[in-house]
């Protein structure tokens, strides 16, 4: 029994197959396409899902999409006109694509994949709570959802057991934290729903203390918070009910002036006014984690939704909430609502029991050391091939330690945003300027954004102040923790202004290769740990394919690249076999 489930239309596009309830392949759209954050139909992700097991749409039973759409339109429809004439402009511009493909969902699939069984729409905050809950380590757990907005809820809470979500209570359109989230980030001169997490970067450079910073008194304005969490927002400092912008004039007159344009100075104020809103999410966030461990009774919790991306929130759940576990998915926004869907389809629609539990990110495409082999010799690319696993690792731990930025392309693409030693671009994080060749020569990106250091789960408390025993969000780069004030000095390329690092933790077990290169290069620097970063540029996609590693090599300063059991140095290609400069452009 195969089930399809899909996100698309608004933003991270997804697909994700399951058999007989366990995923056996999912991606998003983006990866395929090479638009970030991709929105439409996922019809590339599909296709790949069912080409990787040899089967075709008719062998798909049922189609799980992860929102109601009617009811998604009845919130927008209801929003224009409460707010006429104001979003009359916004409500001309929606119209076209919600009466084009939109709201006709069964008609679409059916049309783009020839499908003619039955298709079952799943609430977008139930699809976030099974995709959280159903591939859990936990038999019973309380969930918790934060995201901008699905059909009108924004927020949820409440309690999955084996088979079964019940969501008790929620917080509804236009009151949302990933909203206000978003809102700042607009405000800040960044592009919303792609650049919350350089608002999450930047906030340690603001005042982190809530009676020191401004601007926090100030933000608190915008949003009454109860004691359990539940929170609404004075909506006189927001514009998105009714215009195309999110702060309101209001809003820019409270923080202290307009909108930041993109690439101006990053001010003081906007500094503080990052840390304000992290802050306040913070105090959300684990308010209504407390409160959710208080109803439920539950030891354990998972947490779902684009805020739970946040992994400097996450960081501290387990110090302050009182639960004694947490599970995040590791594409825990929009994109791993396709698996929620599908899951749920399975245990609610099908009345079957849970069988999947997700213990490797690994879920996307994987190319073979033939296939590497045939795209290097048929485009002429000077490679070299290494007839032993050891010699490769003996090789990459020799070059990061010589300085070299290293491309790492091995085995299955990474389900959710972020590299996590698949398609990950590695370096030495003890060297004092490495931070800065990563951002200007690499990445092309801003000069505060910090990288991530990738240490071996058994190493991870002598060199960071972690959760013990790690919780398995670690693992997917979604918890931040202090590095040891012993080590800061020596580690300068992945400890943060505030002396923090967002860790990936890495078990043998799940990437022995990955993990035995780390050990190697521990054996030649003393220091079992690397620096690791997506595999792009700033603008692009996570890579894919072959061809997309090479390129975005090529466009860049990555030294070389470990494609499966070949290595590639830029130096020994000619750049001009490939537009380089344009993949490098932002």
């Not at 209801?78 to 707010?83: G, T």
Request: aromatic share 10%; hydrophobic share 40%; charged share 25%.
């Amino acid at each position: 029994m195969y089930i399809l489930g899909i996100s698309c239309h608004y933003h991270d596009a997804a697909a994700t197959l399951l058999k007989d309830g366990v995923a056996v392949a999912a991606a998003d759209e983006e990866r395929f396409t090479r638009r970030k954050h991709d929105a439409a139909f996922p019809e590339r992700a599909i296709a790949w899902c069912l080409e990787s097991q040899g089967i075709g749409i008719g062998d798909v039973g049922l189609v799980a999409h992860y929102e109601k759409p009617f009811v998604k339109f009845e919130r927008i429809l209801r929003s224009h006109l409460e707010n006429f004439p104001a979003g009359f402009k916004t409500f001309q511009m929606a119209m076209p694509s919600w009466l084009g493909e939109k709201i006709r969902v069964r008609s679409v699939i059916r049309k783009r994949l020839g499908y003619r069984g039955d298709v079952v729409y799943v609430d977008h905050h139930l699809s976030h709570a099974a995709g959280a809950f159903l591939p859990s380590p936990y038999r019973e757990a309380a969930i918790v959802t934060v995201d901008g907005v699905g059909e009108w809820t924004t927020t949820a809470y409440g309690i999955g057991r084996d088979s079964a979500i019940e969501l008790w209570k929620d917080i509804r359109f236009p009151h949302s934290l990933g909203l206000l989230y978003s809102s700042i980030t607009a405000y800040l001169g960044f592009t919303v729903n792609n650049s919350e997490y350089k608002v999450m970067g930047l906030s340690p450079y603001g005042t982190m203390d809530r009676a020191a910073n401004p601007l926090y008194g100030k933000l608190r304005r915008v949003i009454d918070v109860k004691p359990d969490g539940s929170y609404a927002l004075d909506m006189d400092y927001f514009a998105y009910q009714r215009s195309d912008r999110m702060p309101s004039e209001s809003l820019c007159r409270l923080l202290g002036g307009p909108i930041r344009p993109a690439g101006d100075e990053l001010l003081p104020r906007h500094k503080d006014t990052a840390a304000a809103v992290q802050m306040i999410t913070e105090d959300v966030v684990l308010s209504m984690l407390r409160h959710a461990r208080k109803e439920t009774g539950c030891q354990d919790a998972v947490l779902s939704g684009g805020v739970a991306l946040n992994s400097v929130c996450n960081g501290r759940i387990l110090r302050d909430t009182g639960f004694r576990s947490v599970w995040i998915q590791p594409n825990a926004g929009d994109g791993g609502s396709s698996m929620g869907a599908a899951l749920q389809a399975h245990c609610a629609v099908l009345g079957k029991p849970r069988v999947y539990r997700l213990d490797s990110p690994y879920l996307g495409p994987g190319y073979t050391p033939a296939q590497v082999a045939a795209f290097l010799s048929g485009r002429g690319i000077k490679h070299t091939l290494f007839a032993t696993r050891e010699a490769l690792l003996d090789e990459a731990a020799r070059l990061l330690q010589a300085g070299k930025v290293v491309g790492w392309f091995q085995g299955r693409m990474e389900w959710g945003p972020r590299a996590l030693g698949a398609r990950s671009i590695l370096a030495n994080p003890c060297l004092p300027d490495m931070q800065a060749i990563l951002n200007e020569k690499v990445k092309h990106r801003e000069a505060f954004r910090p990288f991530a250091p990738a240490v071996c789960a058994d190493d991870a408390d002598r060199f960071f102040e972690c959760d013990s025993p790690l919780p398995v969000p670690a693992d997917y780069m979604l918890m931040v923790y202090p590095v040891r004030e012993e080590w800061r000095a020596r580690l300068p390329a992945v400890t943060h202004v505030d002396g923090s690092g967002r860790l990936q933790t890495v078990r043998r077990e799940a990437n022995p290769l990955y993990y035995d290169l780390i050990k190697g290069f521990g054996k030649l620097s003393g220091i079992p740990m690397l620096v690791n970063t997506s595999f792009n540029i700033r603008g692009e996609p996570i890579v894919c394919t072959p061809e997309d590693a090479y390129r975005c090599m090529m466009g860049t300063g990555i030294d070389c690249l470990f494609m499966e059991d070949a290595l590639i140095f830029r130096e020994d290609n000619p750049k001009d076999m490939w537009d380089g400069d344009a993949a490098a452009a932002d």
